[in-house]
Each structure stands twice: as structure tokens, then as C-alpha cells.
């Protein structure tokens, strides 16, 4: 059985669980923390999670782990078939990645742990937040997901980067990514009503206090 480990706060753990509940079938859910302790590292060499434990080895980095999940396990397929509607789908994964959740990311010490960042990490997320999101607009369809028709891995990513990055954008930033990407939140209201995405966010709302405390202190 593979397994993956992670924690319930981490969104990049939240999108690979997600995949794997879609997917269906068995796989371990293994609490674990970010370290850089050797023994850690030899697992997954950045010393991140997720990381997915396979019987042939560990494989770290969220969108790798999505790729192997799609060649090897059952279920519904979340890359279409077609190569260039494959790639679309990718790319959309690759821009939420990092022109969403980066920039927002680094703003993520004043906008949740009552850290301070400066105002030029403010203004270069800012600026990448407001090129990210006018990409994904450009790019999606939201019909009725965000890659066309079918539930897809950008779906999934979408959903635990862009509610984080509203909630930066909105509190440090002077900007409301729904005013000018509204079919975005009608499309998150939607996926998250899903049965197992109520799992996740489930243990997720459950964890966050006590991860924000611990994070504050």
C-alpha cells in the first residue's frame, strides 16, 4: 500500500490527498512534518512534503506526485488523453503554482504567523499575484471546471493555492482577486462541496488552530 506523508494544514498535501481519495483505493495517510534531519532527507531531498512513499522508493514535489498517481493508479483519469489538452492542463498546474501560491506564499509570515514582511516582497507579490491570475483567466474555461469539461489536476491545485492567495491579496495586498475572477470563486464554492473534499478541509479547519499557535509562538 503506498503511503503518503504530510499533514493536514499543508495545502500541497491537501492536493495530493485529494487526488488519491478521487482516485479511489487504499493508501496511508502518514502525519509528518517538513525537516531537515538526515534521516529525513534521504527520503525526500529538500526535506518536503508531501512525499509518497511507493513500494519502489519516496518521490517528493506535489505535480510529480500527481503524474505518477495518474500512470499508476485506477480510477478516473484527471489528464486528459489528448497530448496538447494533457499540456494545457499542466500548465495551468505549473502557473497556480508559481504565480499564485509562490507569491502568496511569501507574505504568508504577516498574513497568518504575526510575522512582518517588507513592503518590497509585498509589491513583487502583488505584481505576480495580478499577472498569475490574469494567466488562469486567460487559460480556463470553467466549463464547468477549470480545464474544460472534466474534473482535473488543476482542479485540485486550484483549490488549495487560490483560497490562500485571496486571503493574502486581501489583507496585505489592496486586492480582491474575485472582483476580477469571479467565475474562480463560483468554481472553488463548487469543488469544495465535493464528498472528499469535505474529508480534507474537514481535518484541515480541525488542525489549523492549533498549527497557527504553534506557528505563532
Same mark, same amino acid.
Given at each position: ?135 488562469v483567466q486567460q487559460l480556463a474555461s470553467f466549463s464547468p471546471y477549470l ?15 487560490? #483560497? /490562500?492567495?485571496? @486571503?493574502?491579496? $486581501?489583507? %496585505?495586498?489592496? +486586492? #480582491? /482577486?474575485?472582483? @476580477?475572477?469571479? $467565475?474562480? %470563486?463560483?468554481? +472553488? ?29
Amino acid at each position: 500500500m503506498i503511503k503518503l506523508h504530510g499533514f493536514s494544514v499543508s495545502n500541497y498535501c491537501n492536493v495530493v490527498r485529494l487526488a488519491l481519495l478521487e482516485k479511489g483505493g487504499e493508501f496511508e495517510f502518514v502525519k509528518a512534518a517538513s525537516s531537515q534531519e538526515a534521516a529525513f532527507l534521504t527520503k525526500s531531498p529538500m526535506g518536503k512534503i508531501p512525499l509518497l512513499e511507493t513500494n519502489l522508493g519516496f518521490l517528493s514535489e506535489a505535480s510529480v506526485i500527481l503524474d505518477y498517481i495518474e500512470d499508476t493508479r485506477a480510477g478516473p483519469a484527471f489528464y486528459p488523453q489528448d497530448p496538447f489538452e494533457r499540456a494545457r492542463v499542466k500548465q495551468l498546474v505549473k502557473i497556480l503554482e508559481l504565480y499564485i501560491e509562490l507569491p502568496a506564499r511569501s507574505c504568508y509570515p504577516e498574513a497568518f504567523f504575526g510575522g512582518t514582511v517588507s513592503d518590497e516582497v509585498k509589491t513583487k507579490a502583488r505584481e505576480t499575484l495580478v499577472k498569475g491570475v490574469r494567466a488562469v483567466q486567460q487559460l480556463a474555461s470553467f466549463s464547468p471546471y477549470l480545464a474544460g469539461s472534466s474534473k482535473s489536476y488543476a482542479d485540485f491545485m486550484f483549490m488549495y493555492t487560490i #483560497d /490562500l492567495a485571496s @486571503v493574502v491579496a $486581501e489583507k %496585505l495586498l489592496d +486586492l #480582491d /482577486l474575485w472582483a @476580477v475572477m469571479p $467565475e474562480g %470563486l463560483a468554481l +472553488l464554492k463548487k469543488l469544495n462541496s465535493g464528498e472528499h473534499a469535505r474529508v480534507v478541509n474537514g481535518d484541515r479547519d480541525a488542525d489549523l488552530a492549533q498549527f497557527l499557535a504553534a506557528r505563532s509562538a
